[in-house]
Structures are given as C-alpha cells and as structure tokens.
C-alpha cells in the first residue's frame, strides 16, 4: 500500500536496490578485511539479475513481485589469486567499492526525489 504512495513499482525496486548496495559495501569490505586471510574466498552479492527478470515479467502473473526480490550473499570459491587459496583480489575490490558508492548515491537521490515530491504535493507549493 504505502509503496503505491512513493510511486509503485519504480519506488519499490529502488528501495531494493539501495538495501542491496549496502549490504555489497558490508560484504566488499568483508572482503577487504579478509584479503590476507589464506583460505579466504571472496564473497559478492547477486540482485541486479534477479531485479531486472522481476520487472521484466512485471505483466505474468506467475512471476516473482518486485517488492520480493532480496539480494543474496555467494561465495566464490572456484578461482585463488594466490597459492594459499584466498581468491581476494585488492585492486578489484576497490574499483567494486567505487562503482557501488556511486550506484548507492544515485538510488539515494532518486528516492529523495520521490520524498522531495510527495512533500511538494502534500504541502501544495
């Protein structure tokens, strides 16, 4: 209900996404504090894919709902970057965590909009 209020769909999946890139910045950090762990496999998160198929089949009425879409934490274990197994990777890590901080700031704003506007209707000026 109150998601039909902050503008259905699009409001929704924003919201998702923002819940998604923070749970990446706790788990690329995760990464980071563990890049000299031996044995360490990295972890990423997966919800863009999972996000894009639900909007996609927005029309079947079989398919998964926006609003359910969650991100989930994988393990990569099928690669090593070093010889005691740990598969970290400090340099691809940084540019991850560059890349999310931008994605969280530009979802950020977009649902501040969506605030900025209900506020304007609300208020009538």
């Known amino acids: 209900m ?3 209020l902050f ?3 699009t409001y929704t999946a924003a919201t998702r ?4 890139t923070a749970l990446r910045q706790q788990v690329i950090s995760h990464n980071l504090a563990n890049a000299n762990t031996p044995g ?7 919800f863009e894919n999972e996000l894009s198929r639900a909007i996609s089949q927005h029309d079947n009425p ?7 879409v969650r991100p989930r934490v994988i393990t990569v274990g099928n690669t090593s970057e070093r010889a005691d ?5 400090l340099e691809t890590e940084s540019v991850n965590l560059a890349i999310n901080a931008l994605k969280f700031e530009a979802l950020a704003q977009s649902v501040a909009g969506t605030f900025r506007a209900l506020k304007t ?5």
Request: include cysteine; aromatic fraction near 2%; charged fraction near 25%.
């Open 62 to 68: 079989c398919a998964p709902r926006i609003n359910s």
């Open 17 to 20: 996404a923002l819940d998604a």
């Open 85 to 89: 197994g740990n598969n970290v990777n």
């Open 121 to 125: 209707a609300i208020k009538g000026s």
């Open 2 to 4: 109150i998601d039909r």
């Open 7 to 9: 503008g259905g769909d």
């Open 40 to 46: 360490y496999k990295r972890q990423e998160v997966q």
